[in-house]
């Protein structure tokens, strides 16, 4: 098959893989229909996520049609399918308590050992993300193996199209959480930092959730538009000091609760960001919080952080003591998708979300080192690009 | 000197994890199953080699007595005679090597109920003595290495097969190991 894979910096390319097979009892292999590109894959594209080995296959973001079941799979073939990007059994501890990004039993054991290691346990598995999260071939590809297909899959009605769909692999869910974790209380305030994927999705949930006043701060015009869309109100921070208009626009308060959803790789000319930049040049494992910080500073006193942003190592310059003085409660982590999917389905059925206003391109799966290099390159422009493997 | 109050802690967590000459490995997990269940698996040791990936079989030759064949490398192998020698119903199962055997080693695994029922903690502990010769040094290279982490990776198997009735694996297929 073909399938897209990872050389190392900025290098990805298409190339021809043995096809999956069925090795567990509980797997699945989906003919793949539609894969996108993730703001975290431009992580690993940017060679800061460590754990990756020339000739990977990338994509946690996909859907497709059952074509192969194992004997303990409950899908059928011909069913079409969303995959979340996180592996997990559904019957550990952390699954039983919906804490699906948790799981003990995704992530293979020796696969284990690095992530134990770095932050004390072990991190679940996921798709095409690493060998700290498994090593698990992505969806990028003509085809992919999916573990526990019991568990995560979530069958589509007749009649919705992927477009519509394929976000409740990763970014729907994730946006959500995100809001769900700032814990917004009516006549709040939220600030979104990252007008991407994820951020506009914990947009449209903020203003879901009740929010009074939804904030979006980024410096892609275009993506701002489309925070606009969604009834967000907007930070150019090329343009703007944000601390002080996110002062001036709640009453001399600051936000309620404030989302990063930047990461690791966070854009701003400004000291402490220069300083990251050049440490991450020189050891990957360190991450680049300009964003992150500037969060915790606006924050109001007594408020809530949440942090679907990816960071992967460490950071230094954390302003603890705002954390503390003001005591913020901060709250994040790898999504659990699980938890979501069925609720989030209904509701882009029901017209209540709207999820394919941010695809900008569609490509094969042939074209797809031309969609990295562009969504990596142009973010104002192509914001989000969905590959499709059996022809666009 | 000043009395110092009783550490809570292990053996196999204390700085100095000996029992008297023997070198100690040890390592607990909470198991999402009954205590009988996970019991009952253990308790058949041709099940261990599912699990104990060091472990190429069991063979049991007697009421008590188990025959284990283990992977060295270069495809080699060295066996090693066991026998049961304390097994409480649903609690514990004790082994040791038998007097001729070459290897002197002995391991009891523990089976208790966790709290507000999160399963079952599963604690193994195994003491060995690698003696002089050729197959100590290789069952030293083998074990003595990194043994807490093999114990480590043997009781999460252990886990992932309770829990879920498989082993997690990244392979992309039956040709690949994951190592690409």
């Known amino acids: 098959m073909r399938a897209l894979t990872w050389h190392g910096n900025n290098d990805v390319r298409v190339d021809t893989h043995p096809d999956p097979e069925i090795l567990n009892p509980r797997d699945a292999i989906l003919k793949v229909t539609s894969t996108a590109i993730c703001g975290s894959d431009l992580h690993l594209y940017d060679g800061v996520i460590p754990g990756m080995k020339s000739g990977d296959i990338l994509g946690h973001e996909f859907m497709g049609e059952v074509v192969e079941v194992g004997p303990k799979s409950t899908l059928k073939k011909g069913q079409r399918v969303v995959v979340p990007f996180t592996i997990s059994c559904g019957q550990c501890f952390h699954c039983q308590k919906l804490q699906f990004s948790a799981c003990d039993n995704g992530n293979p054991v020796e696969k284990q050992d690095a992530s134990e290691m770095l932050y004390g346990h072990a991190m679940g598995g996921a798709f095409g993300y690493s060998h700290l999260t498994g090593g698990y071939a992505g969806g990028q590809a003509e085809y992919v193996r999916v573990p526990f297909s019991d568990v995560g899959p979530i069958v589509i009605p007749h009649g919705m199209s992927d477009d519509e769909v394929l976000f409740l692999s990763d970014i729907l869910p994730t946006g959500w959480m995100a809001a769900e974790n700032a814990q917004i209380e009516p006549g709040d305030t939220v600030a979104v930092w990252g007008a991407g994927p994820v951020g506009l999705f914990a947009v449209q949930s903020a203003v879901l959730m009740g929010a009074e006043q939804v904030i979006c701060i980024d410096h892609h015009p275009h993506r701002l538009e489309l925070a606009q869309k969604f009834g967000a109100k907007v930070i150019n921070f090329e343009e703007t000091h944000v601390r002080e208009a996110l002062m001036e626009m709640t009453g001399g308060i600051g936000p309620d609760a404030v989302i990063d959803a930047v990461g690791m790789e966070a854009h701003g000319f400004v000291v402490d960001n220069v300083l ?29 952080v949440s942090v679907p942003g990816v960071y992967g190592g460490m950071l230094d310059k954390w302003p603890l003591g705002a954390m503390m003085e003001k005591g913020l409660q901060i709250k994040t982590g790898q999504t659990h998708v699980q938890k979501y999917t069925h609720d989030l389905l209904r509701r882009i059925q029901e017209g209540e979300i709207d999820t394919t206003f941010l695809i900008s391109h569609r490509l094969s799966l042939e074209d797809a080192p031309t969609g990295y290099k562009n969504f990596h390159d142009k973010q104002n422009e192509w914001t989000k690009v969905v590959l499709k493997p059996g022809g666009v | 000197m ?179």
Request: glycine share 8%; with cysteine.
């Open chain 1, 276 to 304: 990251d930049v050049i440490k991450q040049k020189i050891a990957p494992g360190a991450d680049r919080g300009h964003a992150l910080r500037q969060a915790l500073l606006a924050c109001r006193k007594g408020g809530r």
């Open chain 2, 2 to 180: 000043t009395q110092h109050a009783q550490d809570d802690a292990p053996k196999r967590a204390q700085r100095d994890d000996k029992d008297g000459d023997l070198a100690l490995v040890g390592k607990s997990v909470t198991i999402n199953r009954p205590r009988s269940e996970l019991f009952a698996f253990w308790r058949d040791f041709t099940n261990l080699p599912t699990f104990m990936h060091a472990i190429e079989r069991i063979e049991v030759t007697g009421d008590r007595r188990s025959v284990w064949t283990i992977k060295a490398p270069g495809g080699q192998h060295v066996t090693l005679e066991t026998e049961l020698v304390d097994v409480v119903e649903n609690q514990s199962i004790g082994w040791r090597s038998v007097e001729t055997s070459q290897i002197k080693t002995e391991g009891v695994v523990r089976f208790e109920d966790a709290p507000a029922e999160r399963g079952t903690i599963v604690t193994a502990e195994i003491a060995y003595e690698p003696p002089g010769g050729d197959v100590g040094r290789l069952f030293a290279k083998l074990f003595r290495a990194e043994p807490n982490i093999q114990a480590r990776h043997e009781l999460k198997r252990f886990k992932m097969l309770m829990e879920t009735g498989e082993i997690a694996t990244g392979a992309n297929n039956r040709s690949n190991d994951g190592e690409h």
